[in-house]
């Protein structure tokens, strides 16, 4: 039986879990229960699955991670508020499934340093299949890593006919059912961005090893190419309880979790290259990775506010790259202390409202 702390037990992520762990009660239990602000979803959860500690708020979510005993800490925040929960979790020794990638990606290698070796086990679909495909061969058989991407809901259109699109359209995501940050991040390609800063962080491959190609399906989660040419992909369903029953057992399976592929019917799977003219979110994220320090914690912040502020139509759409890589690109770089990433990203917020504010005004 593992003892499992929920973080973000409302959302996508949080509620999927709660749906494995109730499908296999003989094999989870719920210890622990936090999220934002949603008292009632979570009261609601608590009394279902017995669960006698709540928490809301990050602090509050930290603080819970470092009372209660558990062998599983689940970390499906949204946002870099995560961080804190993140290293408390790592603190307490238990075993952190990471869907939180904003987390690792600001905090870098102060959240690396922080973990025992295979302590971290990613839930980012992209990343557990990697992990997955890495149960085969050693680090120095490994040439490079193959992110896929869906696209998003504007894959194919030219960045100019992207300037008046609605929050609506980019909450339109053709293939996953998520949150309000990751699907927006998704329709810009910032999600892949993140995705290539966080597996790099994960899976010590230098950036130029690590690629990204267009997959519309999303059922090829992701790829590694070996030193002999050979390729192992992950393939399932775009379905995230197969990643988090990973997350909360690894290395063991949780038969039934998910529905295999269906080989009955003819399908195809496609592999087009990223069109990095029209979404340069990704060769951005790779400059502030590879510039390091607290580049990635800027880079994230920057992006979390230019977010919000298009839902809340200060915005447009083409303004939430341009605010990013105005303020990365505006940034002096810092130590990559914890202090120092805290300080990086309440500047880089502050910079990214100004700017913002300037293109409302
Ligand atoms: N959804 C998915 O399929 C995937 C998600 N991820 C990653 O997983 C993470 C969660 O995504 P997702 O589940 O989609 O997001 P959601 O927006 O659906 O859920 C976010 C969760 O975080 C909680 N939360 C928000 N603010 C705080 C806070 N300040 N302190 C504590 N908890 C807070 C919310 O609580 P409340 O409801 O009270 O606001 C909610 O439970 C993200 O990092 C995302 O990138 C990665 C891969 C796939
Ligand atoms: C399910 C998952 O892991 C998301 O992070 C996913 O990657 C979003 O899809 P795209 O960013 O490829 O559109
Ligand atoms: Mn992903």
């Keep these: 039986m593992r003892d499992v702390i929920i973080l973000g037990s409302t959302g996508s992520i949080g509620v999927q879990a709660l749906d494995v762990i109730a499908a296999n009660p003989d094999r989870f239990r719920v210890v622990g229960l936090a999220a934002g602000s949603n008292r009632a979803a979570v009261a609601e959860q608590a009394a279902a699955f017995r669960v006698e500690h709540t928490a809301f708020g990050a602090e509050?979510?930290?603080a819970l991670v470092r009372d209660v005993r558990a062998d599983v800490v689940l970390?499906?925040?949204?946002?870099?508020?995560?961080?804190?929960?993140?290293l408390a979790a790592l603190e307490s020794g238990a075993t952190?499934?990471?869907?939180?990638?904003e987390s690792l990606i600001v905090g870098g290698e102060l959240v690396?340093?922080?973990?025992?070796?295979?302590?971290?086990v990613p839930v980012d679909s992209e990343h557990s299949a990697i992990a997955q495909a890495l149960r085969s061969g050693t680090p120095e058989e490994v040439r490079r890593l193959v992110l896929t991407a869906s696209g998003g809901p504007f894959r194919g259109r030219s960045r100019d006919s992207l300037a008046s699109v609605t929050p609506r359209e980019a909450l339109a995501h053709p293939t996953w059912d998520m949150g309000l940050v990751v699907t927006t991040n998704s329709s810009t390609l910032v999600n892949k961005g993140l995705e290539v800063i966080e597996a790099h962080l994960l899976f010590d491959v230098p950036y130029d090893r690590i690629d990204v190609t267009v997959h519309p399906q999303s059922i090829v989660h992701s790829m590694v190419e070996f030193v002999d040419g050979s390729t192992i992909a992950q393939a399932s369903p775009p379905d995230m309880r197969l990643p988090i029953s990973l997350g909360l057992d690894w290395p063991n399976r949780v038969a039934g979790v998910g529905a295999?592929?269906?080989?009955?019917?003819?399908?195809?799977?496609?592999?087009?290259?990223?069109?990095?003219?029209?979404?340069?979110a990704v060769a951005l994220a790779k400059r502030v990775g590879e510039a390091g320090g607290t580049y990635p914690a800027v880079f994230n912040a920057a992006n979390e506010q230019a977010v919000l502020a298009f839902h809340e139509?200060?915005?447009?759409?083409l303004g939430i790259l341009d605010t990013v890589e105005r303020v990365v690109d505006s940034h002096d770089g810092g130590e990559l202390t914890l202090e120092g990433v805290l300080e990086a990203e309440r500047w880089a917020r502050r910079a990214a409202d100004s700017l913002l504010s300037a293109s409302a005004g």
């Design 60 to 62: 509050e979510s930290a």
């Design 75 to 86: 970390n499906g925040i949204t946002g870099s508020v995560g961080l804190g929960p993140t």
């Design 96 to 101: 952190l499934a990471l869907a939180n990638k």
């Design 112 to 120: 690396t340093a922080a973990a025992a070796p295979g302590q971290i």
């Design 260 to 280: 295999p592929l269906d080989w009955s019917t003819a399908s195809q799977w496609t592999f087009e290259p990223l069109d990095e003219a029209a979404f340069p």
């Design 313 to 317: 139509g200060r915005v447009g759409y």
